[in-house]
């Protein structure tokens, strides 16, 4: 379990608690979706991408396709890790920490 938290050394620092779906629902994480061809939001069911991907699923930088029917858009996913604390990009490309 532990050996999830250390991939390489090249890996950007990443809270542990948002790398794999598992840790962020364990660390009641929220996640949300938002569209910017549709203008959509959500708030995604990570129980649903656990059951379907694993626990060692991680969203990091993922830009799934949107659901809406007729947008062809990627939507962008937020977290947050509790309430009152505003929604940050799943993304570290561009971020440094
Ligand atoms: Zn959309």
Redesign the pocket.
Known sequence: MCSLWRMGKNEPLIPAWVRTVGAMREAGVRVRWS??????WGDADLAKVEQAKGPGFSLINRRPR???PG?????LLLYSPAAGTPFRPLQWSSERI
């Open positions: 569209c910017r061809t549709c203008g959509q949107c659901r809406q947008c062809s858009g990627h939507v």
